[in-house]
């Protein structure tokens, strides 16, 4: 896989009447100078890895081009396809990294996992090829113990509900338990 990822906070992107074109209505551009921050740009972003996904799939088939469902691009495009050669990283930083302690992401009772639910299907209904960026749970690193579940939880839903094949992350913060966290992420 080549990853053809955004810089990492602020981005600026292309103002002309012919990509804003590509974003669906209701795009706030009016920060876009000051904040360099514009969410709902993911049709440009998937139009874009889209056309690079095509050119490469002639000369070489099975290569791969890596995008990232995040920050401003972690909504699911509205209108634009995924190609079948394109893998959606899909990294949704919420704080905590990994949701609530002990809640299951199938738990409709937790605003966060609602939403992770939310762009996950928009994603599946765009057919893309998902994997997850694990961010593990950095800020609960006192508590590691107690989040074993959800990560396990989170883990084993995305690849049975919504197919996903691939993990990256983060390491895990707390080194005592380190080895135990990779055995939960193994099985």
Not at 86 to 103: D, E
Not at 121 to 144: F, I, L, P, Q
Request: hydrophobic share 35%; with cysteine; proline share 6%.
């Amino acid at each position: 896989m080549f990853p053809l990822i955004p810089m990492d906070g602020r981005s600026l992107w292309c103002e002309c009447d012919e990509f804003k074109a590509l974003d669906p209505p209701g795009v706030d551009w009016t920060k876009h100078y000051d904040e360099g921050f514009v969410v709902g740009v993911t049709d440009r972003y998937v139009n874009y890895a889209n056309e690079i996904a095509a050119r490469v799939s002639e000369a070489h088939p099975h290569k791969r081009i890596l995008i990232q469902a995040y920050s401003y691009t972690i909504r699911p495009p509205k209108h634009e396809k995924v190609h079948e050669n394109v893998v959606v990283r899909y990294a949704n930083l919420s704080r905590p990294g990994q949701g609530p302690l002990g809640k299951s992401i199938l738990d409709e009772s937790v605003p966060m996992w609602d939403t992770w639910r939310n762009q996950l299907a928009g994603w599946r209904g765009a057919g893309a090829r998902m994997s997850h960026y694990n961010y593990m749970d950095w800020e609960n690193t006192d508590v590691s113990l107690f989040w074993f579940f959800t990560l396990s939880d989170v883990t084993r839903v995305l690849h049975r509900n919504y197919n996903f094949r691939q993990l990256f992350g983060e390491t895990e913060p707390n080194q005592r338990i380190s080895f135990m966290m990779f055995q939960v992420l193994a099985e």
